[in-house]
């Protein structure tokens, strides 16, 4: 059992958790940035834990060789791609320090931007998260739909999440223990960041340009983290499809009166082929669209009760022997 004077006078550990995917092009580049902050830093600690996502290219590689070179480097990687937000997951169960930073590997996130975070994290606060005061590099579509999802998600969510912001933040001990403790499968992190509390503050950083390669998120990927990200966080579209056959269900009976009043007090009274054709088309509408998004609840409820680990570990790299404590029983693979 260690003293509160030797708790007192420990250097603090500070955790840096960068997911990759397919960043050869980029990686020495970032590498060569967070060392140099880790030398900037004189009373922390930093330990740089690298999550590659089953790159398809020299990505792995190129960490083992930089790990070499610098003990503060660590790898963690998955036997396939699980996705950006389980390897963040990964990361953050993974990470020993008494704060953890999240950000990408493309450097569109610039790692000097820290320093501001730790000194928050110092004034008292437990999450520090980055908000996007400009997107450079980044089409008007882009950020148009970015900038859109962002107020529908806070317009439909029962938890008030950050306008403008991405997985670039600091949280404490507190926190990511917290995030560990979360078993749910579908992940949005900045949605559960901001459903477990604590004291937050935003800081505002200009968001530059990929340094090299491409996005990993296309339309598609972006259109099903958008998904995940609205139906992790609220039932209102639920509400919204009950709203909306209770609609349907009135304008029917607003034309069941109609051809009732037809057929009894005037002599047009043949059922027109468009009338038809409106109501069933617009019924039909109504009931897909309300099965679709009863379809995604229950296909996240057959996701969770399945119980599989949320991702399979083919190396640790730079960890101690045991291995890094894990919440969610991640799979090992002896190789």
Same mark, same amino acid.
Request: aromatic share 14%; net charge positive.
């Given at each position: 059992m260690k003293t509160s004077m030797e708790f007192s006078t420990r250097t603090q550990l500070l955790s840096v958790v960068v997911p990759c995917f397919n960043e050869e092009e980029v990686i020495g580049e970032t590498t060569k940035r967070l060392r140099l902050f880790c030398a900037e830093l004189q009373d922390l600690d930093v330990e740089l834990i690298f999550v590659d996502d089953g790159s398809r290219d020299r990505t792995r590689q190129l960490l083992k060789?930089?790990? !070499? %070179?610098?003990?503060?480097?660590? =790898? =963690?990687?998955?036997?396939?791609n699980f996705g950006h937000q389980i390897a963040v997951t990964a990361g953050i169960d993974a990470a020993k320090g008494d704060a953890v930073v999240l950000i990408d590997a493309d450097l569109q996130d610039p790692p000097e931007v820290i320093h501001e975070m730790v000194a928050k994290w110092r004034e008292g606060f437990d999450v520090v998260y980055g908000t996007r005061t400009e997107r450079l590099g980044e089409s008007a579509f882009k950020r148009a739909?970015?900038?859109?999802?962002?107020?529908? !998600?806070?317009? !439909? #969510?029962?938890?008030? =999440?950050?306008l403008d912001t991405g997985d670039f933040r600091l949280m404490s001990r507190d926190v990511v223990d917290t995030l560990r403790a979360m078993p749910e499968r579908d992940r949005f992190i900045r949605g559960m960041v901001s459903w477990v509390g604590f004291k937050q503050i935003a800081l505002p950083y200009k968001r530059g340009e990929r340094f090299a390669g491409e996005s990993k998120y296309p339309l598609r990927k972006m259109l099903r983290f958008a998904t995940d990200g609205i139906l992790s966080f609220s039932t209102k579209p639920l509400q919204i499809s $009950?709203?909306?056959?209770?609609? #349907?269900? #009135?304008l029917a009976l607003l034309g069941i009166f109609y051809v009732l009043f037809l057929r009894l007090f005037t002599s047009i009274w043949v059922e027109g082929w468009t009338a038809i054709m409106i109501a069933v088309l617009f019924m039909g509408g109504v009931q897909l669209i309300s099965v679709g998004i009863l379809g995604e609840y229950v296909g996240r409820i057959y996701n969770e009760i399945k119980n599989r680990p949320l991702y $399979? $570990?083919? %190396?640790? !790299?730079?960890?101690e022997k045991s291995g890094p404590a894990m919440s969610r029983s991640p799979v090992m693979v002896n190789r």
């Open positions: 060789g930089f790990a !070499l %070179e610098d003990p503060r480097i660590k =790898i =963690i990687g998955f036997a396939r739909t970015a900038r859109g999802f962002y107020r529908v !998600l806070n317009r !439909l #969510s029962d938890i008030p =999440i950050p $009950v709203a909306m056959g209770m609609f #349907s269900a #009135s $399979v $570990v083919q %190396e640790y !790299l730079g960890f």
